[in-house]
């Protein structure tokens, strides 16, 4: 802020003529606009509205546009997070990795059951990524991972995936009526609410994709989703041999309801098909219908989310009929650092009665 005052008192007449020079030239520099008053003279900058994002837990979900604006503050590598391909910057690349080592130890194989020794091992993921984002509407993104398992007894394809195509999908999305409509085609990660039935596996050391085609259309508090897909078998004998076939599929359609009551609302039906399916106690083509429904919400400092599951089908001859029940609800204080102390019940069937296979199946496991 630059400050003007009037001269007090009898000065020379240069003495008043270099105060009107100086006041002219500031006049110049500030620019058209700036209020001057007796006493002072104001200038105020707009705020920045941009905000830097986060990395998020799906890196296709990230937008990094904002780094068109000047004004956001520019950190370490912001020039591979945001290179503009037109010059109205609505159309750019954004290149990103991850790189997750974890050690474990298991003392008890199997839940201690068998021969099983315990067991100490490093797991090791990298993944890099290529987001291009073309003119608002279009989205190609790409995503390599190379995971490693070093020391473990037993290894199995969630363990170990050499160089492979994670994801490589290009979305569409713009307004249709008074929504918004979305489309993703080819292969990619998808897993709803807490991950409890369908998850993208992020627990072990691969993660689970899908090759197949997902839509998605918004409008107001509604929005649908369906998808038809088939799961990618990771296989770990050479670099990119992971597959899809018509032996595995997996589709379904979900809604989401926002506002009902103090929560939000949501279900979905899904349709898990395997030929020549093989299980202790069944073998043949499997069909499972899976049906879900699942409430959440927030009211004061409670916080509460309940989902229950219902499985049925067939595995050859035998009959399937599963069941799970989620629920985990919390209480946050208000005091330094926000403790929430919370009640989590979880249950589900396991039972096997003569041609009924109680039991589920979870996707992406």
């Known amino acids: 802020m630059r400050r003007f005052k009037r001269p007090s008192g009898k000065r020379s007449y240069h003495a008043r003529a270099a105060a009107g020079l100086a006041a002219m030239t500031g006049l110049c520099l500030i620019g058209p606009g700036s209020a001057f008053a007796d006493s002072t003279v104001e200038s105020t900058a707009p705020a920045c509205s941009g905000k830097r994002p986060v990395v998020m837990f799906n890196r296709w979900q990230e937008d990094w546009s904002v780094l068109a604006n000047p004004c956001v503050a520019r950190e370490p590598l912001d020039s591979l997070k945001y290179v503009p391909l037109s010059k109205d910057g609505e159309s750019y690349l954004s290149l990103g990795a991850n790189l997750r080592e974890r050690m474990e130890t298991n003392d008890a194989p199997l839940f201690g059951i068998g021969p099983g020794a315990s067991d100490t091992y490093l797991i090791q993921r990298i993944e890099v990524d290529a987001d291009a984002r073309i003119a608002k509407h279009w989205q190609f993104f790409v995503q390599f991972e190379d995971a490693r398992t070093y020391g473990k007894n037993v290894i199995t394809p969630v363990d170990k995936n050499p160089l492979d195509l994670e994801q490589l999908f290009v979305t569409y999305s713009g307004e249709l009526g008074a929504g918004t409509f979305k489309m993703r085609v080819g292969r990619q990660q998808m897993a709803f609410d807490l991950q409890r039935f369908i998850s993208v596996r992020d627990g072990p050391n691969v993660r689970q994709s899908f090759d197949g085609v997902w839509t998605d259309y918004e ?146 496991s």
């Open 219 to 364: 409008l107001g508090k509604w929005r649908f989703i369906a998808y038809a897909t088939q799961p990618v078998q990771n296989r770990y004998a050479s670099t990119f041999d992971d597959k899809s076939s018509r032996d595995l599929t997996f589709s379904g359609v979900r809604f989401e309801r926002q506002s009902v009551g103090p929560g939000d609302l949501s279900g979905y039906w899904s349709r898990y098909n395997r030929r020549n399916a093989r299980f202790t106690d069944a073998s043949g083509d499997e069909h499972r219908d899976v049906w879900d429904l699942r409430y959440t919400g927030t009211r004061n400092r409670f916080d509460w989310d309940v989902e229950a599951m219902l499985q049925t089908g067939t595995v050859g001859q035998n009959t399937v009929n599963a069941w799970a029940l989620g629920s985990i609800a919390g209480y946050s204080f208000d005091a330094a650092w926000s403790p929430r102390v919370a009640l989590q019940i979880d249950a589900a069937s396991g039972e096997l009665k003569s041609n009924v296979v109680y039991g589920g199946v979870e996707a992406g």
